[in-house]
């Protein structure tokens, strides 16, 4: 990537526009960046890298600084770059994010970061993200890697030079990218912490299912003891120690679940003697009480037989009773029958009755409709003198009916003329506006376009009198004028400062150019928006004079505007009055229409009504003969059963009814009574039998039974049952041990399974740990990341001797040492410098000042060098050095200028920034820049002394 020209406006301590193009610098070779502290030397490479990347070069310069304190507001912040890489040209704009005066009104504005790139073909690209990634893939590097390869900086590395391991690791880390070893490193230590962790864990598992193994056992004198091991006498807490026999402890296991199952068949044996105990005792015990339960239950039934004594005293009284109201019921029964001889009589008249209902019925039915009917024609009598009271002329209703449709559409047609003027309206005040926008755009368009050719015309001057000035320097007296070949040159031109290159005078007529057409298309628009204008004029006069409305004046733009929202508001008023009135008329002509259909209906209507009168009279005398023919017949019917009715004993048969159901039902219930008591004596003789039989065999079942006391036998139940407890809690606290123990050793074999595991993995781990992590006891402290960045610091030194040697008449090298001072720090990375001129080898600090810088630069080179060959053999055909030289003699200096212009080999040019006046007279190629005489800003020129 070579530089070739670069525009910085409104960026850094650049107030305005300062271009510099790097093609007058030659194509290769070295030259100088000069000028006062706090100029800005440094900005320019500051421009580059914010161009390329959106960046600064350095870290402590945030894009948002950017932009110049000594800036008009309206003057805009942007980097304009054009460079060229692998023979092809690019060019980048951009600018960064500023507040900047809003163009329109008071305040300000945010401006986002904007950025264009214009590739080799012409395409552009537009979006800052992806100019940047096109960048970083074009050049082969990112902006920290750029800044490092195309920026020394002596005083970041002078901290290189004087470095420890750890910190030169970091600096290398971010260099050549070796965080995945470092990472490699820390994974596998935190693999074998997780490991160590792991077998700890396993470990305490292991105490903690020996501490629950349950190994109780009674010694001879009847203490509870841990048991001896008997093949090898140990305890089991010999195991919860390390190390210990695997072997050992599995086999004490095996001992512990050998006499808990001895001692398990012998309590089992004993639990079954003192089951069998207590079941005999607990059979003589139910024999006790079931021979008192006998003895009670003789006694309950002795006293139920003489409760059936008692009842059965109780219904032979009462039969007794019984017996003598027998001849009152016979008599009941002879009136039952002769009642029940009575009913169909009864029945009879029922009949009758049932028929005088349903006449009765038909009467009330006849008599409503007579009602009804004469109601019927009352209301069709009032009906037809109602209609005939609202009778109208149908011929006059029609007539204004026809008037109001007339005036509705000629409403209508205003309505629509009204409309169509107000849409009139609101168009041409539309383009009254754009005319005016046109008209305002036309003027300066037509401004701009005079003044870019002016500035053509200007530029196109000074062109020609630069052609004359360069002409000019080159005649000698005597020699033709190549323009009129003259031979005597009284007045020849000057050679004028800084003239313009034909480029830009050919940019400037097609500006120009530009610029005048631009104007004419906006004179051919604003034609066009008048044209349409005066049509929509003429239309709009056209249809207020049909409407009979008469308008304003006015030809300038604002009196258009002012007379055309006058006539806007005179056609909304007119427009809304013509509405009322239509709604008006629409409103009568819908009440006109009802009121015509009313009296048609009217016309029809009343004929119907008087033919219904005379039918409705005609029913009428029909349905009151009916009547009194009906009225006649019930009041016989009534007669005839009221002489009926009153020959009976009952006045109805309802009564009559109830007499005989109620006789019935009284013998029925006499009988019944009789019999009951009856069978309930027979039964009762029976249970009494039945009872003594019970008596009998439970006194004979009593003395078969033990005769034993009960509260004996109790007391030996107890004791018994409390024998057969404790052995059956005795063998409950054998099986749980059993089981116990058994999932113990479970647990245990799994542990020590994956002890063996663990232990098997740690042995391939922690080697490997120590190696990459370099902590192998008495070997130097190199990790894995160290020895990578070792091979990298050697390629570093290899390159940077190359330039401390030549600096240094062959007098020093670089070496990295290889004996570490201390085993407890990391190292390999630690830098000393041999001196040839005694054979020594010491620190890098015993240098003296000039020395020190030119090791740094040294360094630098060497490490620029080799970061650009492994970022992929990138072209960056352009290096900046920043400072540094003010601490070299003469001698050093001459040195480190040779060393660096061994650097511009083939097509690199080689900047460096410094204020040495030596440089200045040694570098004939110079960038200056320096302060303003208002301290506004600073300023740049180049200078070529060759």
């Not at 570098?923 to 740049?940: E, F, H, L, M, Y």
Request: with cysteine; net charge negative; aromatic share 6%.
């Amino acid at each position: 990537m070579k530089p070739l020209q670069l525009t910085l406006s409104a960026f850094g301590p650049y107030a305005g526009k300062c271009h510099l193009d790097f093609s007058r610098l030659g194509p290769s070779g070295l030259y100088l960046i000069s000028g006062d502290t706090g100029a800005g030397k440094t900005t320019l490479f500051d421009g580059i890298s914010f161009a390329l990347f959106g960046q600064a070069s350095g870290d402590n310069r945030d894009p948002s600084m950017l932009r110049s304190t000594y800036a008009d507001p309206e003057c805009p912040t942007f980097v304009d770059f054009t460079f060229s890489y692998k023979n092809k040209i690019y060019r980048i704009i951009r600018s960064p994010a500023y507040e900047r005066p809003k163009k329109r009104g008071q305040g300000t504005t945010f401006q986002p970061t904007r950025a264009s790139l214009t590739l080799p073909s012409g395409k552009l690209m537009a979006k800052t993200s992806e100019i940047t990634s096109y960048i970083e893939e074009l050049l082969g590097v990112n902006r920290d890697q750029f800044a490092q390869i195309a920026m020394i900086a002596q005083g970041d590395f002078r901290k290189l030079l004087f470095a420890e391991t750890k910190d030169r690791m970091e600096i290398f880390r971010k260099l050549f990218h070796t965080d995945p070893f470092r990472r490699f490193q820390d994974l596998v230590k935190e693999d074998l912490a997780d490991l160590v962790q792991e077998r700890k864990e396993e470990e305490n598992r292991l105490h903690q299912y020996l501490e629950g193994l349950l190994v109780i056992d009674h010694d001879p004198s009847g203490d509870k003891m841990t048991p001896l091991f008997p093949s090898k006498q140990v305890r089991l807490d010999s195991f919860k120690e390390s190390p210990f026999d695997e072997k050992d402890l599995l086999s004490f296991l095996s001992f512990l679940e050998e006499e808990d199952r001895a001692e398990l068949a012998q309590v089992e044996g004993l639990v079954q003697v003192r089951e069998g105990n207590v079941q005999r005792i607990q059979a003589r015990i139910l024999q006790i009480r079931e021979r008192e339960k006998n003895r009670e239950e003789a006694l309950r039934i002795q006293e139920a037989v003489e409760e059936k004594e008692q009842d059965k005293v109780l219904l032979e009284d009462k039969l007794n009773k019984l017996d003598a109201e027998k001849e009152d019921f016979d008599r009941l029964l002879m009136e039952n029958n002769r009642l029940e001889n009575l009913l169909p009589a009864y029945e009879k008249w029922k009949e009758k009755d049932l028929g005088l209902s349903k006449d009765r019925a038909q009467l009330e039915g006849l008599e409503e409709i007579l009602h009804e009917e004469e109601d019927k024609l009352v209301e069709l009598d009032r009906e037809r003198e109602e209609k005939a009271d609202r009778q109208k002329d149908l011929a006059d209703l029609y007539r204004k009916k026809r008037d109001l449709g007339q005036a509705s559409q000629k409403e209508e047609e205003s309505l629509k003329k009204l409309d169509r003027l107000k849409d009139l309206v609101e168009e041409r005040m539309d383009l009254a506006g754009e005319i005016r926008v046109a008209q305002e755009s036309y003027l300066r368009k037509e401004k701009e376009a005079g003044r870019a050719y002016e500035d053509a015309v200007s530029l196109r001057r000074a062109f020609r009198l630069a052609q004359a000035g360069l002409m000019a320097r080159d005649l000698a007296r005597g020699d033709p004028c190549p323009v009129c070949g003259s031979r005597d040159h009284p007045r020849p031109a000057s050679l004028t400062q800084d003239p313009p290159r034909e480029e830009e005078v050919d940019r400037a007529d097609q500006s120009a150019k530009e610029a005048q057409d631009e104007a004419g298309q906006s004179a051919s628009q604003l034609a066009g928006l008048r044209a349409e204008d005066r049509e929509k004029e003429k239309a709009y006069r056209d249809l207020a004079k049909d409407l009979g409305l008469s308008l304003a004046g006015g030809d300038s733009l604002e009196d258009r505007e002012s007379h055309l929202n006058h006539d806007l508001d005179r056609i909304l008023s007119l427009h809304s009055h013509a509405e009322e009135e239509l709604k008006k008329g629409r409103v009568e002509e819908k009440e006109l229409d009802r009121e015509i259909r009313d009296q048609e209906n009217l016309r029809k209507e009343i004929p119907l009504i008087l033919k219904k009168s005379e039918e409705t009279r005609t029913r009428l005398a029909s349905k009151r003969e009916e009547v009194m023919t009906l009225k006649i017949q019930v009041q016989n019917l009534e007669d005839q059963i009221r002489e009926g009715l009153e020959s009976l004993p009952y006045p109805s048969q309802r009564q009559a009814q109830d007499a005989l159901d109620k006789g019935k039902l009284d013998v029925q219930n006499y009988e019944k009574e009789v019999r009951e008591n009856r069978e309930g004596l027979h039964d009762l003789e029976k249970q009494i039998q039945s009872l003594i039989g019970q008596i009998q065999s439970l006194e004979k079942r009593r003395k078969a039974l033990c005769q034993d006391p009960l509260e004996e036998a109790l007391v030996e139940e107890r004791e018994m049952e409390k024998d057969l407890a404790e052995a059956r809690k005795d063998l409950e606290e054998i099986r749980y041990r059993l089981t116990s123990n058994r999932k113990s050793e479970e647990r245990i074999r799994s542990v020590l399974d994956k002890l063996k595991a663990t232990e098997e993995r740690w042995t391939l781990l922690q080697p490997l740990s120590a190696t990459a992590n370099g902590q192998i006891p008495g070997k130097a402290r190199i990790s894995l990341e160290s020895y990578v960045q070792m091979r990298f610091f050697d390629r570093i030194l290899d390159r940077a001797n190359l330039h401390f040697s030549q600096m240094t008449s062959g007098q020093y090298d670089l070496i990295r040492q290889e004996d570490p001072q201390d085993l407890r720090s990391q190292s390999g990375l630690d830098l000393a410098v041999i001196d040839h001129a005694n054979g020594s080898v010491r620190s890098v600090k015993s240098l003296s000042g000039g020395e020190t810088f030119i090791a740094s630069l040294s360094l630098a080179l060497g490490l620029s060098e080799e970061v650009e060959a492994w970022a992929g053999g990138i072209q960056l055909d352009a290096l900046f050095v920043d400072e540094g030289f003010g601490s070299l003699d003469e001698e050093t200096l001459r040195q480190a200028i040779a060393a660096l212009e061994s650097l511009t080999q083939g097509s690199r040019l080689v900047g460096i920034i410094s204020h040495v006046s030596e440089l200045q007279e040694t570098i004939p190629k110079q960038i200056a820049v320096t302060k303003r005489a208002d301290n506004q800003g600073s300023q740049i020129q180049i200078i070529n002394q060759e």
